[in-house]
């Protein structure tokens, strides 16, 4: 493997995870709701999926994971949109609750004989033909099956939200909720779906950390993906397709540190980590992002303190 | 009408410290463990004797005051800061870099210019947030947050690098000399001078917004941004600025404080997250000076005691992140649950 197909395969690798919430926090956002609770739903999913894969395998701890990450939501979306509570700082709490359960039933799910903390990760799928493609084939098409989920996932958000009326509805909802409400839907329930759901992917993005990645969970193994999140996908504009480019961005940032290993630089390890976030704090400068985003994002209960 | 809003301001923050402690209890039963000897074991760690008090639950709320304080001077504002742990670290980095640096002779002065370092860092680091917002329209509420992560990666390479100790095995700062430490209250407790620094943080700014023309300017400006810059003629978006970054000196001074008071070497995890459990601080404490002394005191206190929790009853620390979520959740469920069931369940309506 030459130094460019390894910085290519870690690219897709990290930027996995990161489309897995980017995607939860697209729908949320598209709805008008701006979720920066993920966080806690990717710290949950990510231990339930270690426990549920110990005990019934991997496509049972990738569900289960994804459970747990709606069911944080679930909470989020109670007080944020039937109760009416400022959406930056629930999610903040909700982003505290996720990661406080989850390091506290962690430490005690590290109690007793039967603890588990290693699980075997699932195996990387490398597809005929397609994976011999120069460059690109062997970072997009060798690697495990949750990475070929999301090649179906992002064609799906995007038809889903441009081609269907469920679509047009949750878009509606974003930018002006009084006409969805007027044309007969509940933009209630609209936001309410659109975060369960996306802390469900959320939580899915969890899991692949353990399931597909790592083996094991460990205390901010979330690592502030939640909120690079949100940062994937006001760079994405909103869009399926952006956000999917942003993941990748970000990706290929966090696999910058296995460039610099390999060729042997000596950048420091924490400044590479500090890169992402001051990267996207450049790209909402420079592309405005407050344009391109949905009109009524973190509008309802804003003014109310 | 006032008297009504008055039971809501008073009750409202027991219905939320109620709640969240019966929702941890709830979970750490359901955990297989036993809640009432967690809650006896907190409430001992937290008020048991003059150590659990002086040691523990005071010393863990002095930084949380400040930061509490920090957050409420941005949110009167209308600015929602949720960088508070950035501006905490960076204030802690500069106490460190200062303290380490100035000679021994300058005595006192040199925790004093560690303290003003620490203001300097945080409000300078509060800033970028601030000029990105004014000259870029990115909204603080990312920005700051963003920046978090950014002053915890260079904390983490400064520990490494030009502030490692140097023997250069462990990453983490040397120890500060004597003179850069903040006097203890108490011979034999670990209560320090920054305790009463808070508490004079606290006491400036209920003045400043109470009684002087920018506090005015800036709670007008929260209450109603409009109304502030048609009728008031009042330059929203810098007493905006200001405020963020006011808010970010306070919340330097936090970490210079924690920094010279109790760790007195700077590392990675010298703060457990004080930053965002501040926002719960200032919010239980209803944004205002008074509340907030009192809502460090219950977030010291939970702090305290859930250390002693998992010591003496082995329920793990980290409910206390649990309890200090749900708190700020009740806290700002409260409006819509009043305006659910005084309209007659028409809250279900449009926004």
Redesign the interface.
Known sequence: MTVADGFLEATVRSATPLAFAALGELIAERSGV?N?GLEGSIALGAFVALLATAAFGPATGLVAGGLAGAAIAL?FAT?VV?????Q???G??????G???A???H??SM?GPDAVSQVVTIPVVTIPVFSQIPLVGPALFAQPLTTYALYLLFPTAWFFLYRTVGGVVVRATGEN??AA?ASGHS??AVRFGAVVVGGFFAGIGGATLVVAQVGTFSDGMSA?RG?IA??IV?LGRWHPGGVAVGALVFGAVSALQFLAQSLGWSV????L??FP??L??IA???F???QASPAALG???AT?? | MSSQRRVAQLSTPLFAVGGAIAVAAT?ITL???DAGAALRAAVDGAFGDSFAVLSATLKRMTPLLMLGIAVAVA?RAGV?N?GAEGQFLAGATAATAVALRLPGRFGPLVFLAALAAGAIAGAGWAAIAAW?RR?????E???T???N??AL??V??LI??PLQEPTGAYPQSSTIPDVGKLPLLFAEHRLHLGFLIALATALGTWWVLKFTAAGFRLRATGASPDAARSAGQIPVERVQAMALVASGAIAGLAGASELTGVTHALYEGISP?YG??A??VA?LGG?HPGGIVIAAIFFGALGAGADAMQREA?V?A?????V???V??CV??V???M??FTSGGRA?S??
């Open positions: 701006i920066i909470v007080f039937t109760l009416r509570a400022q930056v700082l629930a903040t709490a909700v982003s505290l609750l990661l406080g359960l390091a506290a039933l430490r005690i109690i909720p009084e409400h933009p209630d502030g909120f949100i940062a006001a420091p390890y924490n400044l980590l500090a976030y001051l996207t704090l909402m400068a420079a405005g992002g407050v509008r309802d209960g109310r303190r | 979970i955990a297989g463990l949110f929602l949720i990105l000259r870029y329209l990115v909204t509420v990312v920005s947050l963003l920046l992560f950014v990666n260079l983490g390479f490494r690098g997250g965002y459990t926002i719960g919010l944004l082995a793990p980290e409910f206390a992140s649990v200090a979520a749900i700020i959740l700002l469920a409006p819509g649950l305006a659910r279900g449009a926004t």
